[in-house]
Nanobody, 122 residues
């Protein structure tokens, strides 16, 4: 069974840090593109960060310099380290996989995991 499971969300004060995990089962994360997306209340999905099958990494401008995506192939897990968190980072965070391995766009994602809620208080 192919699954993605995001975890690690919680409540943190502004300026704090959280690390999200996206554990994959049924496939290997390094064979595909894995993206992190978020949806804030009343807003559309937003791409946050992505790692392609060749290891290329991308960040949205809103998180560049604060968030770091990484992959641990031994644990079949992709992480999102979030530092210097701001109240505007509050959202449900999702991880998703693109079987083509080459896209970070939401509409190219083939498999989505359930989200994890991140709340940043001011």
């Amino acid at each position: 069974d192919v699954q993605l499971q995001a975890s690690g969300g919680g409540l943190v004060q502004a300026g704090g840090s959280l690390r999200l995990s996206c554990v994959a089962s049924g496939f290997f994360v390094d064979d595909y593109a894995i993206g992190w997306f978020r949806q804030a209340p009343g807003k559309e999905h937003e791409g946050v960060s992505c790692i392609l099958d060749d290891g290329s990494i991308y960040y949205s401008d809103s998180v560049k310099g604060r968030f770091t995506i990484s992959s641990d192939n031994a644990k079949n897990t992709v992480y999102l380290q979030m530092n210097s968190l701001k109240p505007e980072d509050t959202a449900v965070y999702y991880c998703a996989a693109d079987w083509g391995g080459r896209s970070c766009y939401e509409y190219d994602m083939d498999k989505w995991g359930k989200g994890t809620l991140v709340t940043v208080s001011s």
